[in-house]
C-alpha cells in the first residue's frame, strides 16, 4: 500500500495507487483450445481472476480448421503411381499410412480420429493429408530415356476435355 502525504506524490507509484510486479503464474491451457478463446484464472492477482486470451502460433507443417488438422504431404511421383506404406506426422506422433497406387496429385486422404478433441462434445476431429507429388528434377540421360519410352507408349491427353 502506498503511503504519501498530502504535498508530495508516493516515489514508488508516483501517486497512480499502482505498482507494477511482475509475477508468474502457472495455467494449465486446455487441450483443443482455440484461437483467441478466453480463459480465466481465478484468484491469482491479490484474490482477483486473471483473464487471458489464448493466441496460438502456427505450426510450421499442421494446420488447423476447426478440430480438423490439415497436412500436405510430399510423394515422389514413384510412391504416387506405385503406392507405397510411409510414416506420417501427427499431431500426436508418427503413424503409418497407405498410399493406394495411382494417387493424384492434389487428393485428399482421411486419418479419422487423429485431429483435435472438441472440449464440449467430445467428438475428435480428423487429419486431412492433401497429396502433393514432387517431379523429379536433374533427370540422366537414362532416365530420361525411360521416361520417353514411357511416353511413347501412353499417348493420353489430360487437356483433350478442353476443346470439345
Known amino acids: 500500500m502506498c503511503i504519501r502525504d498530502r504535498n508530495q506524490n508516493c516515489t514508488t507509484c508516483n501517486g497512480r495507487g499502482l505498482v507494477r510486479r511482475k509475477k508468474t503464474v502457472d495455467v494449465s491451457i486446455p487441450s483443443g483450445i482455440q484461437d483467441g478463446s478466453k480463459l480465466r484464472v481465478p484468484g491469482v492477482?491479490?484474490?482477483?481472476?486473471?483473464?487471458?486470451?489464448?493466441?496460438?502460433q502456427p505450426h510450421p507443417?499442421?494446420?488447423?480448421?476447426?478440430?480438423?488438422?490439415?497436412?500436405?504431404?510430399?510423394?515422389t511421383l514413384y510412391?504416387?503411381?506405385?503406392?507405397?506404406?510411409?510414416?506420417v506426422p501427427t499431431v500426436n506422433g508418427k503413424v503409418k499410412m497407405k498410399i493406394p497406387p495411382e494417387t493424384?496429385?492434389?487428393?485428399?486422404?482421411?486419418?479419422?480420429?487423429?485431429?483435435i478433441k472438441d472440449r464440449k462434445t467430445g467428438s475428435v476431429g480428423d487429419q486431412l493429408v492433401k497429396i502433393r507429388v514432387v517431379l523429379p528434377t536433374?533427370?540422366?540421360?537414362?532416365?530420361?530415356?525411360?521416361?520417353?519410352?514411357?511416353?511413347?507408349i501412353r499417348k493420353e491427353n489430360p487437356r483433350s476435355h478442353l476443346f470439345t
Open 138 to 152: 536433374r533427370l540422366d540421360e537414362k532416365e530420361r530415356k525411360l521416361f520417353q519410352d514411357l511416353s511413347s
Open 61 to 75: 507443417f499442421f494446420r488447423r480448421e476447426k478440430h480438423d488438422i490439415h497436412l500436405d504431404l510430399p510423394l
Open 79 to 87: 510412391e504416387a503411381l506405385l503406392g507405397t506404406e510411409i510414416e
Open 45 to 56: 492477482l491479490n484474490g482477483r481472476d486473471l483473464y487471458l486470451v489464448v493466441k496460438i
Open 104 to 115: 493424384q496429385n492434389g487428393m485428399t486422404l482421411r486419418l479419422r480420429g487423429l485431429g
